[in-house]
């Protein structure tokens, strides 16, 4: 089947919410190929523990470029324990210069509780402003209504959950059943 007539695969929104000493990654669980809903119960936000230093990942693009990708995370923080920005910055060097890496269809947000960032392929390491990051086939619904409740009495988590029911009402690679990690 020609590129051009393959449906492709679709699906994730992914966003992050930073507010007080609360960070959340929030992520839904629906997987698409084409106009078909092939899982709607998919893990897309990950909790990586490297020598007790916890980071928490949420992944859209391709689910196994995303994995080695964690994996690639976690033996950088490994190197360079409690330095999320070193390592961040050491992964987007590396996928963008290796030539196995650089094929690789997947965007990372990360976070230590401290610090968050979107790791993109192009070598990108951003922080984001207004404490608010999104990626994914509805991240750009999600972050704008986020941002407008940034403002709001609501915590991180009530930010996410109700970013990603907008965005999950929007857009159809989107679903609600989420999975929510906090740091």
């Given at each position: 089947m020609a590129d051009d007539q393959f449906p492709?695969?679709?699906?994730?929104t992914i966003i992050g919410v930073k507010k007080g000493d609360e960070v959340?990654?929030?992520g839904d669980?629906?997987?698409?190929?084409?106009?078909?809903?092939i899982k709607g119960t998919a893990r897309?936000?990950?909790?990586l523990s490297p020598g007790g230093f916890d980071v928490v990942c949420g992944f859209a693009g391709s689910t196994a470029d995303a994995f080695t990708l964690l994996e690639r995370l976690e033996t950088k923080l490994e190197a360079t324990p409690g330095q999320l920005a070193r390592a961040s910055v050491e992964?987007?060097?590396?996928?963008?210069?290796?030539?196995?890496?650089?094929k690789l269809e997947a965007m990372l947000i990360v976070t230590d509780g401290k610090d968050m960032f979107v790791i993109t392929g192009a070598g990108d390491v951003l922080e984001p402003e207004h404490n608010v990051a999104a990626i994914g086939s509805?991240?750009?619904f999600a972050l704008a209504a986020a941002r407008?409740?940034?403002?709001?009495?609501?915590d991180a988590e009530a930010v996410?959950?109700?970013?990603?029911a907008i965005a999950a009402d929007i857009c159809v690679y989107t679903n609600g059943r989420l999975t929510i990690e906090k740091i």
């Open positions: 492709g695969w679709h699906g994730t959340v990654i929030a669980g629906q997987v698409s190929l084409g106009q078909t809903v897309k936000v990950r909790r992964l987007a060097k590396d996928w963008r210069t290796d030539k196995y890496l650089q509805g991240g750009n407008a409740m940034m403002d709001s009495d609501k996410a959950r109700d970013a990603m």
